[in-house]
């Protein structure tokens, strides 16, 4: 009998993240599954998008003032790069709400 995951793909995940929020345990789930240094990152990478969609400091300002590398808002920026316009809006509208 061979045994597999039960999850296996990113969708699954995202759809049990769905799921969790629908019942108001979202916080609960991500702070079991995240550790303490990834929501860290994850904090960043929000404000990285949030600095990088107001275009008011350029890259190494972000860098400096998030204290993360400089590579880690250029990964960010790429991000966004690779967003159609419609894509970009939704991200912009999600993080100003």
Request: glycine content about 6%; overall charge negative; aromatic content about 4%.
């Amino acid at each position: 009998m061979s045994q597999q995951p039960e999850y296996t793909d990113w969708q699954q995940i995202v759809d049990l993240i769905k799921q969790s929020a629908d019942q108001d345990q979202h916080g609960m789930l991500l702070t079991m599954l995240l550790t303490a240094d990834e929501r860290e990152a994850l904090i960043a990478r929000v404000n990285i998008f949030c600095e990088l969609l107001k275009g008011e400091l350029s890259q190494r300002q972000i860098s400096q003032m998030l204290g993360v590398g400089v590579a880690t808002i250029t990964r960010g920026s790429n991000e966004l790069k690779s967003k159609d316009e419609q894509q970009r809006a939704l991200i912009e509208k999600l993080l100003r709400a």
